[in-house]
T-cell receptor
Framework: QQPVQSPQAVILREGEDAVINCSSS?????VHWYRQKHGEAPVFLMI?????EQKGHEKISASFNEKKQQSSLYLTASQLSYSGTYFC??????????????FGKGTHLIIQP | KAGVTQTPRYLIKTRGQQVTLSCSPI?????VSWYQQTPGQGLQFLFE???????NKGNFPGRFSGRQFSNSRSEMNVSTLELGDSALYLC????????????FGPGTRLTVL
């Protein structure tokens, strides 16, 4: 089942903060976050694994609540370059990559100067 | 390190035709996943290959097939094209590890007329 992302869209002024949420009904092994700009491929931002391990960009922070199967992506002091659509992709079960990622519908983020 | 490459970048076909898309993963990555992206359905998992074997397949009809070669390059084939197959087809490569980040190629934009 597809994870649910919220909000669907958000408009910020440069320098403001945003939180994007991702919720799944399945027991998750990992949550992956990507950003996609119009006409471009999704770009990897971060992975959060069951057990607490995280891998990703230094300027991006996120959390993974294993009990609630929820993840949040925190964008602080937003810059114009942060604009785009943010997707969470979830990996259920034991991981390993074989099942592919199940993506949410995305959160559209617009940063205004 | 060169990224994931996909060819061709754009394709226009007519209903009933078939099409083959190609993906070359990042050097050293042996897992290749394919996704379909449409405005209505978002990013949907098609299938994943590792060591020339399809490990899993998403919920797509049998008209969608793929294969992987010994050098990890992968091809995806769609037969008897339908209008609804118009989409951006993305491939992503990764190390076949639990929680391995997936790196996406630029995609092939397929238009079916």
């Amino acid at each position: 089942q597809q994870p649910v992302q919220s909000p669907q869209a958000v408009i910020l002024r440069e320098g403001e903060d945003a939180v994007i949420n991702c919720s799944s009904s399945k027991a998750l092994y990992s949550v992956h976050w990507y950003r996609q700009k119009h006409g471009e491929a999704p770009v990897f931002l971060m992975i959060l694994l069951k057990g607490g391990e995280q891998k990703g960009h230094e300027k991006i922070s996120a959390s993974f609540n294993e009990k609630k199967q929820q993840s949040s992506l925190y964008l602080t002091a937003s810059q114009l370059s942060y604009s785009g659509t943010y997707f969470c992709g979830t990996e259920a079960g034991a991981g390993g990559g074989a099942d592919g990622l199940t993506f949410g519908k995305g959160t559209h983020l617009i940063i205004q100067p | 390190k060169a990224g994931v490459t996909q060819t061709p970048r754009y394709l226009i076909k007519t209903r009933g035709q078939q099409v083959t898309l190609s993906c070359s993963p990042i050097s050293g990555h042996r897992s290749v996943s394919w996704y379909q992206q449409t405005p209505g359905q978002g990013l949907q998992f098609l299938f994943e290959y590792f060591s020339e074997t399809q490990r899993n397949k998403g919920n797509f009809p049998g008209r969608f097939s793929g294969r992987q070669f010994s050098n990890s390059r992968s091809e995806m084939n769609v037969s008897t094209l339908e209008l609804g197959d118009s989409a951006l087809y993305l491939c992503a490569s990764s190390l076949p590890l639990a929680g391995g980040e997936q790196f996406f190629g630029p995609g092939t934009r397929l238009t079916v007329l």
